[in-house]
Every structure is written in C-alpha cells, then in structure tokens.
C-alpha cells in the first residue's frame, strides 16, 4: 500500500512537471530581436488607422493622387532599441523609433511599443515625438521610456531646432502618456558633447567608412580630439551663433608616419574638420555637417563609442 502511494505521488508530480513545461512552452514570449523589429507591422500613425507592414525597416505606401512622385514612407530610425518592462509583468518590451515622411517638407519621429507577452511580437503603443525632431537617446528608466531629443523652441522654425528636450513617458494600456512634470529643455550647445566618444561610421550618406583604420573623435573642454587613423589629433571648437553652429579650428597632430590606407585617411579626416559648420543627432549618431570642396554639403556619421 505504501509502495502503491509513492508510486502515484510520483507520477503525479512528474505529470504536473511536464504540463508545466507544457504551458511554460506555449505562452514562451517572442523574440524581439532587431530583425523582427525590421519586418514588424505598426499600428496609429497611418490617418486611417491601417498598420503599415515594415519590410527590412522600410515601408512604402500609396502615392496620395495617382501619378504623383511623393510616396509616404515609414521606416525605421537605426539600430537603437530600448529594452525594459514597461508594465509591471516581469517581461521587457522594446522601444523603437519610427521615421514617417507623408511627402510634405516635415518628417515625423515616433516611438512605438512592441510586446512578445503573448507569443507573437505585437506593437501595443506608438506614440508621436515630433516633426524634424533630431532623436538622440531612447532608454528604459524605472519602467519608464526616456526620450533625448532635440526639438523647437518657442520662438524657432520647424526647420531649425535649438533645444534639446528630455520627455519621459509611461505605458498605460495601449496608450503612452507623457510625464509633463519631468520634461526638461535647455538650449543647444556644443558641451552636451563633454565626455562622449565616437568613431567615423561614414564620410557622407553616400559612402561608407572603411573599417580600418578607425578614426576617434571625442569631445572635452573645448576640444575635439582622438586617433585620425595614424597620429593623434586636437583641434578647439565652439559654438557659432546659430543654436548647433560650431566654428571648429584646424587641428594639431602628431608627425608619425603611417602605411596606406591610414595616412590618406588621416589627411582627408583632418582637411575635413576645420570645415564643419554644425551638428545634429540621429538615433545612435552624431552628424557632422561640412562643406566639399565643390560647395556641396555633405556630413560626417559618428556611431556611439565606447572611451578609448
């Protein structure tokens, strides 16, 4: 009798094991990999309501009249991906920014919301930032989303933003409501660059940088500075009148001889550098414009890097 009692606790308590698996395995949130993120539908932007089915971050709609060269666009803005629990289940959901152009002059920010809870990866919220609103930094603070952004000011132009804005915002339901109490903006300049380190990802939008030699630019005190592919350099910069205008000096190297690719990237660095006119952000970027020699404008792309 006792044998018989043992022997059915026993498959009693593997049986529930294995419906635990069971159940564990069917409600196994999703993946929200930057790939799923890329191939994902979203929802609340479009007027009428109808989500627009991202394909490798990039969706393209329907010309507004027929003929017409403006086609609306969605896509989605870099790398960055915020990561956190945003309503209290003990999963983190991610936060995207979004980049929806109608064919106007203005380009609309908006973060959105993506849950795996259920088993499938689903946008839940998305909410508008702004238009040519220049994002810098999204992150999860608190089960809270943290938007840095650089937006207009009372008295600015939609084209020309001076001040950089922090909006904190909250999941509740299917909707984000800002913080009002916790927006913060003070005005541009080049020391919100103090302590922050990058490396040149591209010359212009057209052409790629090269993996190697890596070229440094940090910021500190008044200067630029870091590795311009072979020599250290320094150059002082400061803010011009225009909120994000800087006046950058030519820089000062060390004389170390290098073999190529280094030494023409070194040179083209540095002849470019006393040429830069303003900055600006995008998602994980730091954006560098500068006159070409032809007069055309052109920036250089930083990525977010870690001090050398």
């Known amino acids: 009798m006792r044998h018989s009692t043992l022997l059915c606790l026993i498959l009693l308590c593997v049986s529930g094991a294995l419906h635990g698996c069971a159940s564990a395995t069917a ?5 929200l990999s930057l790939e799923v993120l890329k191939n994902l539908a979203y929802t609340g932007i479009s007027d009428d309501g109808s989500p627009m089915q991202l394909r490798a971050g990039h969706w393209n709609g329907e010309p507004p009249e027929p003929g017409s060269a403006s086609i609306p666009t969605l896509d989605l803005s870099g790398d960055l991906v915020a990561r956190g629990d945003l309503d209290g289940d003990g999963l983190a959901e991610a936060v995207v920014v979004l980049a929806n152009w109608t064919g106007g002059s203005g380009v609309f920010s908006w973060i ?5 809870s259920t088993g499938k990866a689903l ?6 930032l702004g238009d040519r609103v220049q994002v810098r930094d999204v ?3 608190d089960g809270r989303i943290v938007v840095d952004l650089r937006g207009a000011g ?26 009002a109490t916790e927006r ?6 080049v020391n919100e660059l103090e302590g922050s380190h990058w490396e040149l990802a591209r010359w212009s939008a057209e052409e790629p940088a090269v993996p190697t030699p890596i070229v440094g630019l940090s910021y500190a005190e008044g200067r630029f500075s870091g590795n311009a592919g072979c020599n250290r350099y320094s150059a002082a910069v400061r ?31 540095l002849r470019i550098l006393p040429d830069v006119q303003s900055f600006r952000f995008a998602p994980g970027m730091l954006m560098l414009a500068y006159r070409r020699e032809d ?7 930083f990525r977010s890097a870690a001090a050398p």
């Open 184 to 189: 913060k903006a003070v005005r541009v300049t």
């Open 154 to 179: 009372p008295d600015d132009p939609s084209c020309c933003p001076s001040m950089n804005i922090r909006q904190v915002w909250q999941l509740a339901g299917a909707t984000l409501q800002e913080r």
């Open 112 to 116: 959105a919301v993506v849950s795996g």
């Open 27 to 31: 409600g196994a949130p999703a993946e």
């Open 239 to 269: 803010d011009a009148d225009a909120a994000g205008s800087l006046v950058v000096s030519p820089g000062m190297a060390t004389r170390m001889a290098c073999e190529e690719p280094r030494m023409s990237t070194e040179n083209r660095f």
């Open 139 to 141: 992150h999860v603070e």
């Open 123 to 128: 946008n839940v919220a998305t909410q508008l």
């Open 295 to 301: 007069g055309s404008g052109a920036e250089l792309w």
